[in-house]
């Protein structure tokens, strides 16, 4: 590029962050280590959850099997076909993960649920979320039992945070931090565009030095729970995860649909953000691209075109089928582009928000309650994805049975 993305402060302020978090080499190596079935079982154990993660492992032997379907109804796949991948979207912490795997077995003869190839959460990364136990026992249900390929936390720009954090954050960054006193212990990052209490629509309003808040996030929560998969929903952050994880492998992270990749235009402005930092083997930090609600099938497949043309690595490319009423317009449906999408040999992660339906507590007002409130509706927030599945699977065995390849969780197989 004619004009580089990062000045000479901006690397300096992140080099200095990932050096405080003990350098690119202990924090790869300490997300793989928590990543481990083994060891999440024994942190969670001590932190109250065993019992919970042993039933898990008895339901999910009770979940439905894939290879059951294919058998009765005698699925033959089409190579020439995209591959589907399936996403769904409010897996909302251990209560209503849990609460969702109970539902699948009591239904797995009358509606079978396959798990979904992968998760995606918008639970704000407090402390209390990421060091009680609460989001590694949501991980370890959803990867280490039910196989989910990928799960996807959002780190909120203005979750509050501890006040001596922030201090130290400015210490060790040479950068300063505009922000709001929540209490006694808590501020928060001063937000002054429309938007949640969490951060503008889950994190747009990233200004100044903000991202570097984002990455300590991100960093800190991934070391504690093993948690690889990230939203980013904005540009700078986007700039920001490349350069800083471009020597971490175990952090990836997914590019939300909020950041408005609508066109090919907007797409290649992307590509070249992620080619500026691109990893030695090719690959780079960003995992998948959410493409933009109002993209139809030709833009999806063009910028498909696009990502292999460009010879990057290990993206996928993601399509919402169902958004809630209060994320876009009422009605919302893609399951017809999406198959125009795979009819033309392009692959596609077909993602749902909703199932479609105006089911209490399916709105993106349940991401932002608060830790009490997320376990008090635990039951009832777990049959929202458990319909938002339930609805995956049926389109999924849809495409099944028009030969089209689909993934889902490895629990399902």
């Given at each position: ?22 350098g690119?080499?202990?924090i ?14 024994k ?7 065993g019992?919970m ?7 999910i ?14 699925i ?10 399936c ?6 912490g ?10 699948v077995?009591?239904t797995a003869?009358k509606?079978p649920?396959?798990?979904p190839?992968?998760?995606i ?6 402390d ?5 136990g609460?989001?590694?026992?949501t991980?370890c ?14 780190n ?6 501890p006040e ?8 060790v960054?040479?950068?300063?931090f ?7 212990i ?9 938007g ?16 570097l808040v984002?990455?300590d ?23 920001a ?18 950041l408005?990749t ?10 070249n ?13 960003i995992?998948?691209i959410?493409?933009g609600?109002?993209?139809d ?9 696009e ?13 919402h ?9 009422a ?23 909703s ?6 507590l ?5 991401y932002?309650v608060?830790d ?6 635990a ?29 889902f969780g490895?629990?399902s197989?």
């Amino acid at each position: 590029m004619k004009y580089e993305l990062l000045s000479a402060r901006d690397k300096k302020a992140m080099d200095a962050l990932k050096k405080f978090h003990g350098g690119a080499k202990k924090i790869n190596d300490t997300i793989a280590h928590s990543k481990k079935f083994e060891t999440r079982k024994k942190v969670l154990k001590e932190k109250g959850y065993g019992e919970m993660m042993a039933d898990a492992e008895k339901l999910i032997k009770k979940f439905p099997k894939l290879a059951d379907f294919e058998k009765a109804n005698k699925i033959k796949y089409d190579k020439k076909l995209g591959i589907a991948r399936c996403q769904v979207s409010g897996f909302q912490g251990a209560n209503v993960t849990y609460s969702f795997m109970k539902k699948v077995v009591k239904t797995a003869k009358k509606d079978p649920v396959f798990i979904p190839a992968e998760f995606i959460s918008v639970v704000p990364l407090t402390d209390h979320y990421v060091y009680s136990g609460d989001l590694m026992a949501t991980l370890c249900m959803a990867e280490n039992i039910m196989g989910a390929q990928k799960f996807c936390s959002t780190n909120l720009i203005g979750t509050p945070q501890p006040e001596k954090r922030f201090k130290e954050l400015e210490k060790v960054t040479g950068e300063k931090f505009e922000r709001t006193k929540i209490d006694k212990i808590n501020s928060a990052i001063t937000l002054k565009n429309q938007g949640t209490f969490f951060g503008n629509f889950g994190g747009i309003e990233v200004a100044n030095s903000n991202h570097l808040v984002y990455l300590d996030g991100v960093t800190r929560t991934a070391m504690e729970t093993g948690g690889d998969f990230y939203l980013n929903p904005s540009w700078s952050t986007i700039v920001a995860a490349c350069y800083y994880a471009k020597d971490i492998p175990n952090l990836t992270f997914k590019v939300s649909m909020l950041l408005s990749t609508q066109t090919t235009m907007q797409f290649r402005m992307l590509l070249n953000i992620i080619n500026e930092y691109i990893r030695k083997d090719g690959t780079t930090p960003i995992y998948e691209i959410n493409i933009g609600n109002g993209a139809d099938p030709d833009t999806f497949i063009t910028c498909a075109k696009e990502l292999k043309k460009s010879g990057i690595k290990g993206i996928s490319l993601a399509a919402h089928m169902r958004i809630n009423p209060d994320l876009g317009m009422a009605g919302f449906d893609w399951t017809k582009n999406a198959y125009k999408v795979l009819e033309s040999g392009t692959d596609i992660t077909y993602k749902y928000e909703s199932d479609g339906t105006a089911r209490e507590l399916d709105t993106m007002a349940a991401y932002f309650v608060s830790d009490e409130e997320r376990n008090k509706f635990a039951a009832k927030i777990g049959d929202v994805i458990y319909y938002k599945s339930l609805k995956a699977t049926k389109d999924g065995m849809d495409f099944m049975k028009n030969n089209i390849r689909t993934q889902f969780g490895k629990g399902s197989l």
